[in-house]
């Protein structure tokens, strides 16, 4: 009795280990570089988002194929990301990558994987959690530096 117990106590702490030590993404040296969009007033904030309603629907649209892929197992050196914006008390937004570490219950767990430069109160490697219908975008890297999905971001780096 004490020895199963005891081993269903070591499987907890064993599995809730594998979120706390997650695995640290892979991302090519040769993948495309971010190209950070700067708007300054409301007007062209709100151009922006207009602009990026199409994307940011079509990438919620295909999240649920990429979800299911991650959640099977994507092949080796092969990460999965999110795109979502920090909000702070002052009003500024910034979008940033999550390396997604876990999906649970239509929330995503996962690491900011990307400097943030604009939000106060966040840091790159902090924990974040966001429920899915927060995403913006969602991408999947490949060891050879090639992508899926990323569709906001393709646009945002052709935006001006």
Partial sequence: MMRGALLCMLTSILAGASQVYAQVPHVAENAPQDKPVRVEST????????????????????????????????PPRHSFFVSVELHDPAGRREMVF?????????????RIWNQVRLVRGYRLRDRYVVPESKLLDWLITKPDGTEEGNVVGKFLDTYR
Avoid: M
């Fill in 43 to 74: 007007a062209e904030k709100d151009r922006l988002d207009r602009a990026l309603a199409p994307y940011v629907a079509l990438a919620r649209a295909t999240y649920p194929q990429a979800k299911r892929r991650y959640l099977v197992g994507l």
């Fill in 98 to 110: 999550l390396a997604v570490d876990s999906l649970a219950r239509d929330s995503i767990y996962g």
